[in-house]
Structures are given as C-alpha cells and as structure tokens.
C-alpha cells in the first residue's frame, strides 16, 4: 500500500512538474530588450486610489487626463486646477492641483491646462505631466505619450491589461483602509 | 497469478497482471527525462513567439506603387490611414466605386492612383467627432513583415508623417519601443514577388 502510494506520488510530481513550470513562469513580467511588455491598455491608478483606465499611445508626446468641472483660479500669485476624476466604480473624487503650464500659443490658441498627477501603471510610479482635457468622447479616461512610456516599457498592440497596478503606495494605502 | 499446463507438455509459469521491473524502471526514466526537459524549455515552447521591437516612427514600403514612406506606429489606432489628396470617388467600367486621389513619396514624387472602394469608414478625429472616409486596401511592408490591410485615406498634410499604422498591421507582428525611431527600413523581398 505504501510502495504503491508512492509511486503514485513520484507520478504525479513527474507529469505535473512541467505543467507547474509553466504557470510559474507565465506569472513573470515579459521583458522585451529590457523594457516591460504593456498592452495598448491598461489599468491604472492615479493620485493613490482613482482607477481608471490608459491608452498607451507612443505616437503622442504629451499625456492626458480626462477630467470633469475643470476650473482655473489663482491664488497668491500661483495659478491652481480645480477639477473632478470619475473612476471606474463610477465614484468621483476633486482635486486642487498647482497648474505647471497655462499659456497661449503664438496664434492666440490656448493650450490645455497641465499639472503633475501621481500614476501607477504595472510597477512604475511616476508623477507625470498631464494636460487636463474633456476625453468623455473617447472610451479610455487617460492617454499616456512618450513621455512616459520612452525608456520604460513597450507596447503589445495585440495584448490589453498586461500589468496591473502594482505600487508601493497602493500597497500601503490598501493595507491601511482594512485596517481602520 | 501462475498457472502450469499438464504433464508431457511444455510447462509455462505465466505471471500475469504485474509488470517486470525493467519496464517500470524504464518508464521512470522516460518521465525523469521528460521532465527535466520541459523544464528546462517548455515556456519557451508554450508562451507566445517573440515580437520584433520597432520605434515609433520607421519607414515604410508599398510595393504595389514602389513608394517609400515615413509612418508613425500608432498602438492606439484601431485602423491605418494614408495621406491622400485630390480624392475622388466615381464608378468604374466594373460597375464598383473606385477612388482616385495622389500620394507623394519621401522623395517629393507624385503619383496619382486608382484603386477600387472597399468600404466607406465612420473614424473618431482627435476632437471625438466622428469622420467618414474612404477605405482602399493595401500591402505595405513594414520592417521585414508585409501584409495586405484597409487605409483610411485622409488629408494628413498638416502632420508631420503621412501615413499611420494602426493596430490592425501591428497585432501579432510587433512590440512599439517609443523611445526609438526608424530602427530598420521596410526589406520585404518577397513583397514584390507574390503581387
């Protein structure tokens, strides 16, 4: 009984041993030329806790961020954002930012209002430049340009969702809303 | 289990029902190898090919009308397009709507083109208002990888590139590095020979 439980062990341990190899390495980040693999969209979260989703656009320099109630005040001399973020949950948060760039072009045409936003996407996180936009047209809340992208990651076009967010600060902010 | 056939006839003791040693050594062996095998290389074997990486920007071939020129690789683009202009469309002797409209290549040559309508397109512009364009198709060659696709063909003259590729050339061929730009121009030999 004992002999043939063994066997029985040894067996399965053989024929599942690849099986489990695979799982294991299918968990790890692809890598291309060392850069993490992305797909052309992908979760991410801005400010600590709005989730929301990107669309990764290499094409584009700049960055953007879809916002409701965008208003411009000034305040002892610094220009500052006041808008709202809807997350995917549907719930909204505001936000009073410092505006970086508020400035007409030569032909007069005004350029959109840009401020600095903490973002994880996969393990990267950042604080990059945003301009501040009305994206309620198009189905992703954030555009993410080159200037996020460049030196850090490559992008599937064939793949969505490759990364989730996974920052130190999520983890942190996680852990202490279970426990409060 | 044995069993002994009757006196005067060849006897045979038969074990059945328990196989020898030797085959379940040899059995374990096959496993052990299989094993170490396929650790060794089965996620290479059962995880997806690998994509060739390629900047935002190269350049690209037609061979169909041998015209070189510059795309933007656009992971965020469902469909192609091609700056055209003098777009016209009307119907051919066939009885099918053709277009006609002019590209320039990357050396300033002008060529003016007729092709038939595959399909009239609603794309979202930039502003999220909707456009309706036509839709020719096309081979292009992008790096070593050539492919007949559907162009949107649009006025791009106030881009800097003419023409863009979208995810319907890229998915499954490629991987967008945005920090690099023109890594290899189009080389698709066997392009020219199978149209």
């Known amino acids: 009984m004992k002999k043939n439980a063994l066997w029985l062990l040894l067996f399965v341990f053989l024929v599942g041993s690849p099986f489990f190899a695979i799982a294991e390495k299918a968990e790890e980040v692809p890598m291309v030329q060392g850069r993490v693999v992305l797909g052309y969209i992908e979760h991410v979260v801005i400010a600590g806790d709005v989730d929301l989703e990107a669309l990764m656009s290499p094409v584009h320099h700049f960055s953007e961020l879809g916002v409701l109630d965008l208003k411009v005040k000034e305040e002892n001399g610094e220009k500052y954002a006041s808008f709202a973020l809807r997350g995917k949950k549907g719930t909204t948060k505001d936000f009073k930012v410092k505006v970086i760039a508020d400035k007409a072009k030569p032909d007069g045409k005004k350029q959109p209002i840009v401020v600095r936003m903490p973002l994880c996407l996969g393990k990267f996180q950042l604080t990059p430049q945003f301009r501040l936009v009305d994206r309620s047209k198009f189905e992703q809340e954030v555009r993410l340009g080159r200037r996020v992208l460049a030196g850090r990651a490559v992008i599937d076009p064939s793949t969505t969702h490759a990364a989730m967010p996974d920052c130190k600060d999520l983890a942190t902010k996680k852990s202490s809303k279970k426990s409060s | ?195």
């Not at chain 2, 456009?131 to 800097?160: M, N, W, Y």
């Open chain 2, 1 to 195: 289990m044995s069993c002994t056939v009757s006196k005067g006839d060849t006897v045979e003791r038969r074990r059945t029902g328990t196989p020898s040693r030797g085959r379940i050594s040899g059995l374990v062996c096959v496993l052990i190898v299989f094993s170490l095998l396929s650790l060794s290389c089965s996620s290479d074997i059962f995880l997806a090919p690998k994509k060739d990486s390629l900047g935002w920007v190269e350049q690209v071939s037609f061979p169909e009308f041998e015209a070189i020129l510059d795309a933007k690789l656009d992971t965020g683009a469902d469909t192609s397009s091609l700056h055209a202009s003098d777009m016209k469309l009307f119907i051919g002797n066939s009885g099918k709507t053709v277009v006609e409209f002019r590209i320039e290549d990357h050396n300033g040559k002008d060529q003016v083109l007729q092709l038939p309508l595959a399909r009239q397109a609603k794309i979202k512009t930039k502003k999220g208002t909707l456009q309706v364009r036509p839709v020719v198709k096309l081979v292009v060659c992008v790096g070593a990888q050539f492919e007949e696709i559907e162009f949107t063909l649009v006025d791009r003259s106030h881009f800097e590139y003419p023409v863009l590729i979208g995810r319907n050339f890229l998915a499954g061929k490629f991987v967008v590095d945005s920090s690099r730009s023109f890594t290899f121009g189009p080389s698709c030999q066997a392009a020219g020979d199978k149209i």
